[in-house]
């Protein structure tokens, strides 16, 4: 007998309409076809034009009725015997958002995005390669990344320093070297970004078109990178430079003139007013407006930077405005947003200052053997990985911030999932976790902040956000083992 409790929620996607009987079908066989002995009672139809899927799955302690309507968003409606437990229930859930998420990789892989702002330049969309690199280290590390670079200028610095004889003066050289960057951090982002949001010109448009592999492996031998530029100008030409909305129609004559004939159905427009969103944000924690910043780059993230709100600069990527809803956005956003209330940057520079000064001036006049490279090596590393697990403090911290400002902390959760989703299918294996916990990464594992977010219970009501996430780190950490 079935447990009176159910369970509906929905998955948002971003991909076509044309799409989502693939989406369905690529459920029936990623997730339910190679575990035949964990599903009974599959069925797989279509009624009122839309896909069905409905199966069970089975455990040894409970089972779960799952019901998928293929929409936009998609539909599932979970039943779960009264034997199954939460964990179990939580497991299916994110099972199916995971799944999801790859199908969305798949298609993402053989889609064409074009993101324009009005009055600007029109730039090409970065997505693979050195810009890649470039993001990660300068926007998602919480600046732990100076700490690494700051080892490499000291090299170069000691060795002048020792040839004028004032050797003893060189950590205070770079010390203030490192304090001046993190004080100018606002400007460093504010370089990365290819558009300046304002309050006049809020918005981004993003326009997206999916093609099968073989005929993207066709369209991409036949039109280069400026081809598909000069398309995007065209399009721009005939919509928002004449105070019109991108739409699809203009952009198929567009593409016909090119020799491309593509299909209305296969395409997407999207417009996000990203100046109100972060507006939105910035009124809930009661700050001024900070410089906002798009960089046109298909990787889904987003980062605030400055050291101190009232210098703020927050920066978006085209691909989080893609990946994610709007109410998604907001609570990343406030994610970044505390992170600017806490002053990590500045915090986190104390703590590298302080080991390093100690390091320097107490623990090499003490230990004279720490000068020897081995050695070295070792201490380094230890420390390395205690900044970084500091770091996870402040991580989790930003997390509960959100939670409590933006009050919707099962929306940061979907978004984590979403972005993170490969991640979170490889901390499925428990050495996998540790690893996650111990590694030079200042964020915790995604699961674990997934796990933590789901289950806060009035988080406005934490009055120490900081200890209380000091205590929710360590025990997730000790939990893994």
Not at 17 to 33: A, H
Not at 213 to 238: G, H, P, Q, V, W
Not at 311 to 333: F, P
Request: net charge neutral.
């Amino acid at each position: 007998m079935m447990g009176e409790n159910v369970l509906s929620f929905v998955i948002d996607t971003e991909v076509t309409s044309d799409q989502i009987e693939n989406l369905v079908d690529y459920i029936y066989r990623q997730y339910v076809l190679p575990h035949p002995e964990d599903f009974a009672n599959v069925t797989k139809t279509v009624a009122d034009n839309k896909p069905f899927l409905t199966f069970t799955k089975v455990k040894p302690k409970g089972k779960i009725v799952v019901e998928i309507v293929g929409d936009k968003p998609v539909r599932v409606k979970m039943t779960p015997s009264e034997t199954a437990s939460m964990e179990f229930i939580e497991e299916v859930k994110q099972d199916l958002i995971i799944v999801v998420q790859f199908f969305e990789e798949k298609v993402r892989k053989t889609t064409l995005y074009f993101a324009w702002r009005e009055r600007e330049e029109i730039l090409p969309e970065k997505i693979h390669g050195r810009e890649k690199k470039t993001l990660n280290r300068l926007l998602f590390e919480t600046q732990i990344f100076l700490f690494i670079i700051f080892i490499t200028a000291s090299i170069f610095l000691f060795v002048v320093f020792d040839l004028l004889n004032v050797i003893w003066l060189a950590p205070i050289v770079l010390i203030a070297f490192q304090l001046i960057i993190i004080l100018n951090s606002d400007k460093v982002i504010a370089r990365i970004g290819d558009w300046r949001i304002t309050a006049d010109n809020p918005s981004i448009h993003i326009l997206q078109y999916h093609l099968p592999t073989e005929e993207y492996d066709a369209f991409t031998k036949k039109y280069s990178r400026d081809m598909l530029l000069e398309m995007k100008k065209e399009i721009y030409e005939n919509t928002l430079a004449i105070g019109k909305t991108i739409d699809c129609e203009t952009a198929e004559k567009v593409f016909l003139k090119h020799g491309f004939e593509c299909k209305p159905e296969n395409m997407s427009t999207k417009t996000v007013n990203v100046y109100q969103l972060v507006k939105t944000v910035a009124e809930k924690f009661n700050f001024s407006i900070p410089r906002v910043l798009v960089s046109n780059t298909m990787l889904p993230n987003a980062a605030a930077s400055g050291p101190s709100p009232s210098r703020g600069v927050v920066l978006v990527t085209t691909g989080l405005l893609v990946q994610l809803e709007d109410d998604e956005i907001l609570s990343v956003l406030g994610h970044e947003f505390g992170h600017l209330r806490g002053r990590d940057p500045l915090i986190l520079f104390a703590l590298t200052a302080a080991e390093y000064l100690f390091r320097f001036y107490v623990l090499f006049s003490l230990f004279p053997i720490l000068f020897y490279s081995g050695f070295s090596l070792l201490y380094l590393m230890l420390v390395m990985g205690g900044i970084y697990f500091v770091a996870k403090f402040f991580e989790a911290r930003a997390d509960l911030v959100s939670a409590q400002i933006m009050g919707q902390p099962e929306v940061l959760a979907e978004a984590l999932e979403k972005i993170g989703f490969r991640r979170l299918q490889f901390e499925r294996s428990p050495s996998y976790r540790v690893q996650e916990w111990l590694s030079w990464d200042p964020h915790p594992p995604i699961y674990f902040r997934v796990g933590r977010l789901e289950k806060l219970q009035s988080p406005e009501k934490t009055r120490r956000p900081l200890l209380r996430s000091i205590k929710d780190v360590i025990n997730g950490f000790f939990a893994s083992f």
